[in-house]
């Protein structure tokens, strides 16, 4: 048996939050939970595969190991996996794909084992059925991912398909919008609590008010998702998975939460109106149009997250003295809050001009970023100090 009732996971994500993912596997009912870098394993049973697909805030790709194996050259791999019943998850008119990541010195390049690889899944059929089942590098119905370390080869099944950052509730996007994941887990690092106003004044195509929205109603990201590579599995327990999914939708909730996104451009803020309203987050997310200088303070203390220009997609003529006012404005505007700025400008992060007392380090694709947060006193900190004796 290929997939047995136990199954460990290994569910991929951004650098910086697999902490936090491994928490909300927890809660999601994962066990063993173990955190590696830019993924988190963990085991349950296909429920909570499909569960974790359909809910998780964090995730980007959940795989499951089907086996390990240690490996003397590409002939030896090519007789280990053709010993595994591939018939099981998939029909021989269906499509696979392979891909192969190499951190050994067995193979100069990761092609052939991937070759050796595909060729025994493809025997496999064809000594079962007389039938070899086609190989397509996009939107195949099997993904197997193979990990050569030394000389150990893990073999993996992506459950997931295409990435899960790819909610599907994008309508369309301006330049330079984050990722939903990385949204979410800022949102989730700067500890924001729903019953506290939430205000992004440089909100894009709505990314982060998206998010918050449906993090404070319980809304499952997979919502949106039109198909989860699952769904095309042999084994895919459909009546199993209309139950999690029910369960998931049961728990979306009508709290009122104040959620404010403010954007500059006329046509951004288009697309972020179209975006909310996708999500069906309009009656949570509150957008304006205008300057960030000129956006009026929602009433109570609560966050700012902020996601400014920092030159790499967005040219802006004088980052440090758009930072700059971006500190002036939390100074005047925003005593009581928490602020919190990403960006991957260190010339912009000093213009801000505030200490920050948070400093998390997350990557935008490539880009080496900072996620800074800021206390913003009411008063003097002084004062702060001198009432708490
Ligand atoms: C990096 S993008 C934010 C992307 C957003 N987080 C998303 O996911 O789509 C920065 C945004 O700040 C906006 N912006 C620049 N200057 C502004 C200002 N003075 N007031 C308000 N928004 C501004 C830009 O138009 C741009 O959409």
């Known amino acids: 048996m290929l997939l047995k009732s136990d199954l460990r996971l290994v569910v991929s ?6 902490e936090l993912l491994s928490k909300e596997l927890r809660q999601l009912g994962g066990r063993d ?10 085991v349950g049973d296909l429920g909570f595969v ?20 240690p490996i003397k050259d590409g002939d030896d791999l090519y007789e280990q996996v053709l010993k595994l019943d591939w018939t099981e998850l998939m029909k021989v008119n269906q499509t696979f794909s392979v891909r192969c990541t190499l951190n050994s010195d067995l193979f100069d390049n990761n092609l052939y084992p991937a070759l050796k690889v595909k060729d025994a899944i493809a025997d496999c059929f064809r000594k079962e059925t007389g039938k070899r089942p086609d190989v397509s590098k996009t939107d195949s119905d099997l993904e197997v991912n193979v990990f050569i370390n030394k000389n150990k080869c893990t073999l993996l099944i992506n459950s997931s398909g295409d990435s899960l950052h790819r909610r599907g509730y994008r309508v369309d996007v301006d330049k330079a919008p984050l990722s939903e994941v990385l949204a979410a887990g800022i949102i989730m690092l700067s500890g924001w609590e729903p019953h506290k106003p939430l205000v992004d004044f440089m909100c894009g195509s709505g990314t982060i008010p998206i998010e918050a929205a449906l993090m404070s109603a319980n809304i499952p990201p997979g919502l949106f998702r039109k198909k989860f590579a699952f769904e095309k599995w042999l084994n895919f327990d459909e009546a199993l998975y209309k139950t999690i999914r029910e369960k998931q939708l049961e728990r979306i909730n009508d709290q009122p939460v104040r959620i404010y996104g403010n ?9 972020a ?7 069906g ?10 300057d960030f200088r000129d956006f009026e303070r929602p009433q109570g203390n609560g966050v700012v997250i902020i996601n400014p220009p920092y030159g790499e997609k967005l040219q802006v003529e004088d980052i440090e003295a758009l930072y700059k006012e971006i500190g002036d404005k939390f100074k005047k505007s925003y005593a009581g809050y ?9 010339e912009g992060a000093k213009a801000v001009g505030l200490r920050n007392n948070r400093k998390i380090q997350l990557f935008n694709g490539p880009i080496d970023c900072r996620l800074l947060g800021y206390e913003l006193f009411e008063g003097s900190k002084k004062d702060l100090y001198q009432n708490k004796e």
């Open 13 to 18: 994500t951004y650098a910086g939050l697999e």
């Open 33 to 42: 939970v173990e955190i590696h870098t830019r993924a988190v394993s963990c």
């Open 50 to 69: 499909y569960k974790v697909n359909f809910s998780s805030r964090l995730a980007l790709r959940v795989m499951i190991s089907l086996t390990s194996f």
């Open 263 to 271: 954007e500059i451009n006329k046509y951004t803020l288009e697309k």
């Open 273 to 279: 109106k179209e975006n909310v309203v996708s999500a």
């Open 281 to 290: 987050v309009e009656d949570i997310v509150e957008l304006s149009l205008g």
């Open 338 to 346: 928490k602020a919190w700025i990403f960006t991957g400008s260190p």
